[in-house]
């Protein structure tokens, strides 16, 4: 299963804001900060 936002954007500039974030670099300490609370689940239903 991937998961991945929805863009439903309903206005222009709210498009272009997440195209322009295709683009966006973090650094590895950014990475895995935002990877800390994680928890990764066992896959069911397969």
Same mark, same amino acid.
């Given at each position: 299963?991937? #998961? $991945? @936002?929805?863009? %439903? %954007?309903?206005? *222009? *500039?709210?498009?272009? !804001? *997440? +195209?322009?974030? +295709?683009?966006?670099?973090? #650094? !590895? =300490? =950014?990475? *895995?900060?935002? =990877?800390? @609370?994680?928890?990764?689940? $066992? +896959?069911? %239903?397969?």
């Amino acid at each position: 299963m991937v #998961t $991945a @936002p929805i863009v %439903g %954007g309903t206005k *222009a *500039a709210h498009l272009d !804001d *997440a +195209v322009a974030a +295709v683009g966006l670099s973090l #650094t !590895d =300490e =950014e990475v *895995a900060r935002l =990877e800390e @609370p994680y928890r990764p689940h $066992a +896959v069911v %239903g397969f």
